[in-house]
T-cell receptor
């Protein structure tokens, strides 16, 4: 186990639903990340939080809304998604946002939008 | 801008034979480079990283990689493959910008290990 947990592990939702993904890290890290992993495509960084403040939004559509209430928890709120949003969503954490710091990844949430 | 290219989308080896996963990068700066591994239904795990110290980097599970600036390469090797090495491997380069930066992931190489 990496010390980063994600729930749920699988989620199926319709395009009109609202759901949330949750990530929790038990490593005492200050930075947390959301990535999208689609089939046959490289990992795409979505959001970065450092000390609860959002420091990066990689041109993500507004139907994805992140929330970071504290350094240990990160949420991704989903609403009116499209079928092309189906993917594996990975959460990661690191000591800080300096790029030499190792990122620790959770197992991901497999999202299917119908 | 930084970029990374994994030259093989799929590599198949027999158990006990050497593994070579190729990665080339493009960077305007002195990059940090990483290899991550992803087993089925698991998150990514760091194998090793290069951050401008020794050019030959040793990682976990017997893997190592050599940073070759002249060839802009960071190939991953292992002398003897094990069945448990079957997974997807990602080469990653750090992108440095004026404020902060981000990791750029390659498209991945799927490693199969035959008995």
């Amino acid at each position: 186990e990496t010390g980063v947990t994600q729930t749920p592990r699988h989620l199926v939702m319709g395009m009109t639903n609202k759901k949330s993904l949750k990530c929790e890290q038990h490593l005492g890290h200050n930075a947390m990340y959301w990535y999208k992993q689609s089939a046959k495509k490289p990992l795409e960084l979505m959001f970065v939080y450092n000390f609860k403040e959002q420091t990066e939004n990689n041109s993500v559509p507004s139907r994805f809304s992140p929330e970071c209430p504290n350094s240990s928890h990160l949420f991704l709120h989903l609403h009116t998604l499209q079928p092309e949003d189906s993917a594996l969503y990975l959460c990661a954490s690191s000591r800080g946002t300096i790029l030499s710091y190792e990122q620790y990844f959770g197992p991901g949430t497999r999202l299917t939008v119908t | 801008a930084q970029s990374v290219t994994q030259l093989d989308s799929h590599v198949s080896v027999s158990e006990g034979t050497p593994v070579l996963l190729r990665c080339n990068y493009s960077s305007s700066y002195s990059p940090s480079l990483f290899w991550y591994v992803q087993h089925p239904n698991k998150g990514l795990q760091l194998l090793l990283k290069y951050t401008s110290a020794a050019t030959l980097v040793k990682g976990i599970n017997g893997f190592e990689a050599e940073f070759k600036k002249s060839e802009t390469s960071f190939h991953l090797t292992k002398p003897s493959a094990h069945m448990s090495d079957a997974a997807e491997y990602f080469c990653v380069v750090s992108e440095v910008r004026n404020q902060g930066g981000k990791l750029i992931f390659g498209q991945g190489t799927e490693l199969s290990v035959k008995p």
